[in-house]
């Protein structure tokens, strides 16, 4: 069965963007084909894709899958990718068409998201524990399968990221990475009310949704970045306080005086080997040290083990977030507590903005318009 036979508006070609090598340019194709969904499969037409970046995040992004420097868990580069690769996951999309075997629940015209994981076993430890995002058997879209960077895609009936209908598509599909990795780190520091959090890299695309998400808990923001404009604008989102790394003498001076004895909380958000040799140094007793952003390599936190047992500090990281905590970091933003700081490109910018993100010229998210209507 062809894409036609299912729908005659749907064509048998799209427009792809694809990355044939490591370190490649991106190149348009016209004549990629639609994809046919299988069985338990929707087939969903692409409105807007976020682009993932890693100059503020982690080195599991489209800019560092493209150049070859994502990285695993042990710190050495990822190697095993589909080529060619079509990268892209922080998409929203409309279903239109099913595969045979799909619920009832799933309607043709529903919103869905195109997020980091693309398919799960439901059947590990963790799929059982909800924390599927770590599956032992999963795929995701940056490595495995095609992403968002294309007009349609296939997705997994089982594991669809189902929208609400009145939910700005633009806006949304940020959350889906970025918004989902900030809010995690954010519910791993355990803040109640009133407490202090930092958030390192606070102006940047990830580091920018942290503050917000912060805010959205009851604590009380400092904001580490560089430069004027930043602090102005993180200041904007609700930040109480900013550290200007560019001026500041001693950063953890700053936070400990400002915060009266240190922060509950520490959000690293950037990939930088210096922010986390300081980091766990503007925690008090107790607190927590959430690790988000990757430097290059093999890069190790600087803490004495003296300081995390006297301290009774806590270190912890997070890949993304599971499907429920996605959803509860988009209600948050259909709600307009989080508002995501986006600029819509055309979808054949891509290979401009990946040039802006190695020069460090992007702030906050840039989102693509795939779609022609």
């Known amino acids: 069965m062809s894409p036609s036979r299912i729908d005659a508006s749907i064509p048998n070609v799209q427009t792809a963007a694809l990355v044939t090598e490591f370190g490649g340019k991106v190149q348009f194709k016209a004549d990629y084909p639609v994809p046919i969904p299988g069985n338990n ?3 969903a037409k692409i409105l807007y894709t976020g682009v993932c970046q890693s100059a503020d995040q982690y080195r599991l992004s489209d800019l560092d899958t493209k150049l070859g420097t994502a990285m695993n868990a042990d710190g050495t580069p990822v190697t095993k990718i589909k080529f060619p690769h079509v990268g892209g996951h922080e998409g929203i999309a409309r279903i239109v068409a099913l595969g045979p075997g799909c619920g009832d629940d799933i309607v043709i015209g529903g919103l869905v998201g195109i997020r980091f994981a693309s398919r799960i076993c439901r059947r590990c430890e963790f799929c ?16 495995h399968e095609d992403g968002s960077f294309q007009e349609y895609i296939a997705l997994d009936a089982d594991y669809l990221t189902i929208l609400p209908d009145d939910i700005d598509p633009a806006v949304a599909g940020p959350i889906l990475c970025a918004g989902l990795t900030a809010y995690k780190a954010v519910m791993n520091t355990k803040l109640k009310t009133g407490d202090w959090l930092v958030v390192v890299g606070a102006g940047g695309g990830l580091g920018h949704l942290a503050v917000q998400y912060g805010k959205a808990v009851g604590a009380q923001v400092i904001g580490i970045d560089g430069g004027t404009e930043k602090e102005d604008f993180i200041k904007s989102i609700g930040a109480q306080e900013y550290i200007d790394f560019k001026t500041s003498k001693n950063m953890v001076e700053d936070v400990v005086n400002i915060a009266n004895g240190g922060a509950q909380g520490v959000i690293v958000a950037v990939g930088s080997s210096r922010a986390f040799s300081q980091a766990a140094d503007m925690l008090r007793v107790g607190g927590t040290l959430s690790c988000v952003g990757i430097p290059a390599g ?21 890949l993304v977030g599971s499907l429920k905590e996605c959803l509860e970091a ?22 401009n903005v990946y040039e802006e ?8 998210r840039v989102v693509l318009k795939v779609a022609n209507d």
């Open 330 to 351: 988009l209600e948050l933003v259909k709600r307009g507590i989080v508002k995501p700081k986006i600029t819509v490109r055309p979808f054949k910018d891509l290979e």
């Open 357 to 364: 993100m190695e020069k460090g010229q992007i702030s906050g």
């Open 298 to 318: 093999k890069v190790f936190i600087e803490t004495p083990v003296a300081s995390i047992v006297i301290k009774g500090l806590h270190i912890t990281g997070n």
């Open 128 to 143: 059982l524990a909800g924390k599927e995002q770590h599956c032992i058997k999963s795929t995701n879209h940056l490595h």
């Open 41 to 43: 499969e929707v087939l």
